[in-house]
């Protein structure tokens, strides 16, 4: 059983500042557009020529945070809190902020500038209810990852919230899977608009968010290593390195992988 989802310290730690999407609007999209204008990226979310410098590894960019606190502490399953409860409670969360994080550039993420869900040198596709792969731009990409993770944390079935509902026997596969979701979102809004969230001065939220997001994976091994290679050199900047996070090395930066 799920009280409310246990109101767990994550939610109080990782977003005690919301992002200010409301403050000074026209100061910051007349910014937001003043970037868009210098950039020369390509419409499909990915670089023209050889890889431009990732911006969002860059010293003064990677060291903003909205707070300073032990991740690694914050993560860990308290003594009290049942497992499954700490998963969903945390899961739920991470949902949320990660569909916050998005909203704020989701109107520079559209068909003709993202053509693809790339990131980096991956590009993923969806897969419909009978395993068909369907090839769809981010948005779209993004608009079904939240649409399915919202029907799941939301299923009574899934996610109990009343008392004595027991947690079904397939859940952890379940928070599993929308993490592989989630970060592929994260991936994303690094990989092509991370000029727009630096703008829009919300760039140490989404740095915190990766960082609490990557340690609580790791802490409950909720990612596979081999998915979070593609952003092994972010995760060695703000995580002290991928941790067992696997590959990713120098190797065939310029091929596109498909998943």
């Not at 010293?59 to 903003?64: L, N, V």
């Not at 929308?178 to 979102?185: Q, S």
């Not at 994260?186 to 760039?203: D, N, P, Q, R, V």
């Not at 968010?209 to 909720?222: G, M, S, T």
Request: proline fraction near 5%.
């Amino acid at each position: 059983m799920l009280g409310d989802h246990c109101a767990a310290p994550a939610d109080r730690v990782l977003l005690g500042q919301p992002p200010k999407t409301g403050l000074h609007c026209k100061m910051v999209f007349r910014a937001v557009s003043k970037v868009l204008r210098k950039s020369k990226a390509k419409p499909n979310g990915k670089k023209p020529g050889a890889e431009e410098k990732k911006v969002y590894l860059e010293p003064e960019h990677a060291r903003s945070r909205i707070a300073d606190f032990a991740f690694k502490e914050l993560v860990v399953l308290p003594r009290e809190i049942d497992l499954h409860e700490w998963l969903a409670s945390n899961t739920t969360t991470f949902f949320h902020h990660i569909n916050l994080q998005y909203s704020t550039i989701s109107e520079f993420c559209t068909g003709e500038t993202c053509q693809t869900m790339a990131v980096c040198n991956t590009q993923y596709y969806w897969y419909d209810e009978r395993g068909k792969k369907v090839k769809c731009t981010a948005p779209q990409y993004v608009d079904f990852v939240m649409s399915s993770v919202q029907k799941l944390v939301t299923d009574e079935d899934v996610f109990p919230t009343k008392y004595g509902r027991e947690f079904p026997s397939s859940f952890e596969s379940l928070v599993k899977k929308i993490c592989r979701f989630l970060f592929h979102v994260l991936g994303h809004i690094y990989w092509a608009h991370f000029k727009e969230t630096l703008a829009l001065e919300l760039h140490g939220h989404l740095n915190t968010l990766y960082v609490h997001f990557i340690l609580f994976a790791r802490e409950f091994n909720l990612l596979d290593p081999k998915e979070t290679a593609v952003m092994d050199d972010l995760t060695e900047v703000l995580c002290g390195g991928p941790g067992g996070a696997g590959g990713g090395g120098p190797g065939a930066q310029n091929h596109v992988k498909e998943r």
